[in-house]
């Protein structure tokens, strides 16, 4: 596919649509790539708000953030930052997506150096994520940045038996 023309750039997600573009971005390219159903999105979108949620409690980006990748202005990609719920004093990596057409020019990788360095600055002990198997372009991201894969377990997940995957990065 060709990469897409025009200025790329990655900002903090802090403008009104931008959880809906990015749960949207979820929905839509998850079902073309990999024939996930609704509920991917409304995963993403729930995730999502209670980030936001939780900034109101909290205060600021105290919970976590959210960043997204754009090209001329229009949401591309995202990657997230929130704690580890389940391992205390560790980050988790979410919401990491980039549309196909702007894969080529860094975007992921930029993407995931910011929310590795915001968990370096929360000084957290590693960043940990959830994934499933057959997302092989962010698999490939993840192990070139040092994640290791360890849990896999068969799950059915958002309309497919599938395998679900933890990775971890201990800093």
Avoid: C, N
């Avoid at 080529?104 to 002990?125: C, K, M, T």
């Amino acid at each position: 596919m060709a990469t897409a023309p025009g200025i790329a750039t990655v900002r903090e997600a802090d403008r009104p649509g931008d959880l809906g573009a990015v749960a949207a971005l979820h929905g839509i390219l998850y079902t073309r790539e990999y024939g996930m159903d609704a509920t991917m999105e409304a995963y993403v979108a729930a995730g999502m708000a209670e980030l936001v949620l939780a900034r109101i409690v909290e205060g600021s980006a105290a919970p976590g953030r959210l960043w997204v990748a754009e090209i001329d202005g229009r949401v591309v990609g995202a990657a997230g930052l929130v704690r580890a719920e389940e391992r205390p004093g560790w980050g988790q990596l979410r919401w990491v997506l980039l549309d196909p057409a702007a894969r080529g020019r860094g975007l992921g990788r930029r993407l995931l150096e910011i929310a590795l360095g915001e968990a370096r600055a929360r000084s957290y002990e590693g960043v940990l994520l959830w994934t499933v198997t057959g997302l092989d372009a962010a698999h490939h991201l993840y192990a070139k940045a040092g994640f290791e894969l360890t849990v896999s377990r068969p799950a059915h997940k958002f309309g497919l038996d599938t395998v679900e995957q933890r990775m971890d990065l201990r800093f």
